[in-house]
């Protein structure tokens, strides 16, 4: 019998998708290259997600917040944007907010598995793991997939959340805008001499970019440094010792002594943009519709913020008798998700770039970006909003920017 959602990809975007569509009577099947074991208990890959107030509601409705354990989530109370030799910085408090804090932090990997716990208990999805997809081919009658062990699963519907560098999208012949930044992002975890007051910091420094994002201990943080690729590799090369106090000295000693506390993890930065999200009962969601640059800390919530979009689409079809494979529904996922998405996928480009030239002028320009949203009363009660606000906010430092809503 066929499927009439095949998803492909169960990383946390293709998961939650499947739990937001549970419960409709619809025939459910997720198909995924990892074995089932690692999906259940995935590697820790050191990520640590900032997670908006939008974003924990959605976990919460999926089930997913529960599961996670108090020792997964960090708070996120305020956070500060320093430039330079600055001291200070630009501090954003959560009081200016309305709220008790500005977001929560989570790791990625403990979402992953309780997305996969989640999905696992529902009756109505089917997950189907070891195996990837070798073609694909859709047309008004349904959807083909011919998985690499020479199966082939038919289904209504195709959703693609395989990644950013997703082999679906390029199967059905959708085009991508990639932006390789040429950089390369580290991502650690450390215990450090002085707490970090549940705050997070943005640092634009010559040469790198550093981010510390609190964590549940108050003397651990993930710390994330940019890179070029052949310091990357320098840095890399140190013992665990020669690290932290290199750390520490990329800190400028900030936060006193600093040590190694979890696995090196380096990713090449890459911003990825499709095309088309859809195509004949065919859709992208994740990062495969859209990879932003980790600056700004919105991927995830992006991807939450897609499958959720879709869904409601989706279920509002199948509400109208309407099949959930219709091309308008999936189009009016596309134009809304592109809306929501577009602007700060842009802008994010701009502002990696600006925040990681570090010619003269461009100097002055973000330093007066900083200075001037330090002053201006309104502007700072603006980012508040945003950063807490009902759709998840637009990242800090784009806001301190461009000054948008
Ligand atoms: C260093 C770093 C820090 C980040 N920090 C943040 C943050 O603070 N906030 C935030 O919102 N986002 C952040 N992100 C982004 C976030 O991690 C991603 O947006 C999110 O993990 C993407 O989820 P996904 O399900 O779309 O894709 P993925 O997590 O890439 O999952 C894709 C899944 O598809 C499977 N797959 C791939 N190809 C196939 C195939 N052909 N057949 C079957 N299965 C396949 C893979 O095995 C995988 O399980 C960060 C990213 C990085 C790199």
């Known amino acids: 019998m066929p499927f009439d959602i095949l998803i492909i990809g169960a990383g946390p975007a293709g998961l939650c998708f499947a739990r937001s569509m549970s419960g409709c009577g619809l025939r459910i099947g997720i198909l995924e290259r990892q ?75 403990a979402i992953r598995s309780a997305a996969y716990a989640e999905a696992s208990t529902q009756a109505d999805i089917e997950l189907m793991t070891g195996t990837g997809v070798a073609a694909l081919h859709t047309d008004a009658d349904g959807a083909a997939v011919h998985l690499d062990n020479g199966n082939v699963l038919h289904a209504g519907l195709v959703i693609a959340a395989d990644s950013r560098f997703s082999e679906a999208r390029r199967a059905m012949g959708i085009t991508a805008d990639m932006h390789d930044f040429g950089k390369t992002m580290l991502v650690l975890r450390m215990q450090h001499d002085a707490p970090h007051a549940q705050t997070a910091w943005e640092w634009f420094g010559t040469g790198q970019t550093l981010a510390l994002l609190p964590l549940h201990d108050p003397h651990t943080s993930s710390v994330v440094l940019t890179l070029h690729p052949a310091r990357m590799r320098e840095l890399l090369a140190l013992d665990d010792a020669a690290l932290g106090i290199a750390m520490a000295e990329r800190f400028q000693q900030r936060l006193c002594a600093m040590r190694v506390a979890g696995p090196r993890c380096a990713y090449p930065l890459v911003g990825v943009y499709a095309r088309r999200f859809t195509a004949e009962r065919f859709a992208l969601i994740g990062d495969a519709a859209v990879g932003m640059h980790p600056v700004t800390a919105h991927g995830f919530n992006f991807g939450l913020l897609g499958q959720d979009t879709l869904a409601r689409e989706l279920r509002a079809a ?36 600006l925040y990681t030239d570090d010619r003269g002028p461009v100097r002055v320009l973000r330093k007066l970006a900083l200075r001037s949203g330090a002053r201006f009363g309104p502007f700072r009660r603006l980012v508040m909003s945003g950063l807490v606000g009902e759709r998840g906010g637009v990242p800090l430092p784009l806001r301190i920017l461009h000054g948008r809503a």
């Open 318 to 353: 199948l509400r109208g008798d309407q099949p959930c494979w219709g091309d308008a529904p999936l189009r009016r996922y596309a134009r809304r998700h592109r809306l929501a998405t577009r602007p700060l996928y842009l802008a994010t480009q701009m502002l990696a770039g």
């Open 35 to 109: 074995a089932a074991p690692t999906l259940a208990e995935p590697a820790d890959d050191g990520r640590e997600i900032a997670i908006t107030h939008h974003s924990q509601r959605l976990l919460r409705e999926l089930g997913l917040w529960t599961r996670l354990r108090a020792e997964d989530i960090g708070t996120l109370r305020d956070a500060k944007v320093i430039d330079g030799n600055d001291h200070d910085g630009l501090l954003f408090h959560h009081d200016e907010a309305g709220t008790n804090q500005l977001g929560w932090l989570v790791s990625n990997h």
